[in-house]
């Protein structure tokens, strides 16, 4: 028999939660006399000025605490982060990256969510085709944003066949609902080539313009396709002349909609812009970069930070912890895709630091196929087989998206331990940001972080 409320993991030191002698054990009941559906309902009675909380103690002590919170949050972590099972996705999408996995991988990598809890709180998009009217009205009610939506086509009948599921060109009209009620949202269109492209892309993004400034962004990828497709959906990877042209109408409409709107709106993925071998567009074309995690901007926003962090260093402004950079030999490894900005601003930092010789390795994607090229899909096994023999120098520096999220494991589950013992070379994990690659070029005492968070890759560098 399922026990009632949510079991509390821990409690944060110095919070509310602690000074009330809340324990790791305790399960929470309700508030205000409300039983918790999951983290919506959580957050929205937490973020008050106060509440009545009912808190079953371990040793089934039933306690009542009138808490004065003043809208701060009172410091406790649930054993389930949505405080409800995950719910997991109604489609068969023709693209999904999941379906292309090899097999022998770990169960959760199989498991395909579509929730719009991890939307608001994670960044996920969801494709709103297991919502309900109960769920949209929950989104309104407790005015949770921005909510990301996976659109891919405005055409109904095309997304029926796109998502392989016959609401699928129903459920849009959740887009109108959230429209109406002021609800920020930004939009991902996953292009097919053949598909969902040239007027079909037209007309989305044509659709999809009504809902400025609500709808605040929408960003256009282009399938990842892996050499597992085995009896999947026969789709074909852009080339440079569909990139040129999938690119040449989205800046097309960028320039009417910047002209009408102030903002760009719609954008194109760095992909696109490698895949056709163009220039990525100017800093402001990016109108504040709001879809990064979707790799739009990424690359533009790597140029600027480092160029900014080498002036901050050059004006004395900036110090790497007060060490200043010594000779030293080392390397960094990358995907396919970035490799030729990599180098760009390796070239950058070593014109002012001289002394620090790197050598910048890009990794194919032997175990996904040689189509993927993203950083975030490089696996270990990868990593270990083409480093093996080659010039590592005194530490390897590696993409933290190349990790997965929460943990120091790749993809394939071979860890960063084993990859130092494997390539006999200490490995530093670097975050994102042209300040983190600097940083970690000039000092191994900063390179490392902890990577944070738990659902989801992201394709950086």
Known sequence: MKQKGHRIRSVDPGSIA????????????????????????????????????????????????????????????????????????????????????????????????????????????????????????????FKLAPINISVHTTNPELRCTMLHNRFAGRSLKMIDRLYEAGIPMNGQIVLCRGINDGAELDRTIRDLVRYIPCMQSVSVVPVGLTKYRDGLYPLEAFDRDSAKAAIRLIEEWQGRLYARYGIHFIHASDEFYILAEQEMPEE?????????????????????????????????????????????????????????????????????????????????????????????????????????????????LLPACMFRNGEEVFLDDVSRQEIEIALQVPVNIVKSSGQDLVNAILSADVADVVVHGEYELRDEY
């Open 284 to 396: 402001e074309r990016y109108d504040g970069y709001p879809q990064l995690e979707n790799g739009v901007g990424m690359l533009r926003l790597l140029d600027t930070e480092v160029t900014e962090a080498l002036h901050a260093i050059d004006d004395g402004s900036e110090m790497v912890k007060g060490v200043e950079a010594e000779e030293e030999e080392l390397s960094l490894a990358n995907g396919l895709l970035a490799y030729p900005h990599m180098k760009k601003h390796i070239e950058k930092i070593r014109e002012r630091y001289p002394q620090k010789t790197v050598h910048l390795y890009a990794i194919r994607n032997d175990f996904f196929g040689t189509a993927i090229t993203v950083a975030g899909l490089v696996t270990g096994q990868d990593i270990k087989k083409q480093l093996a023999g080659q010039k590592l120098g005194s530490r390897l």
């Open 18 to 141: 602690e000074e009330l002698e809340l324990e790791a054990g305790d399960r929470l009941l309700t508030i205000n006399g409300h039983e918790i559906e999951d983290i919506f309902d959580y957050e929205y009675y937490v973020g008050s000025e106060s509440m009545v909380m009912l808190v079953e103690k371990a040793d089934g002590d039933l306690w009542e605490l009138e808490i004065e919170n003043d809208y701060q949050d009172i410091g406790l972590n649930f054993e389930n982060g949505l405080m409800s099972d995950y719910r997991s996705c109604s489609n068969q999408c023709i693209f999904c990256f999941i379906d292309q996995m090899p097999p022998g991988m770990r169960e959760t990598l199989y498991f395909k969510d579509d929730d719009s809890r991890l939307s608001y709180l994670q960044g996920n998009y969801v494709t709103l085709t297991n919502m309900k009217e109960h769920d949209i009205q929950r989104i309104i009610d």
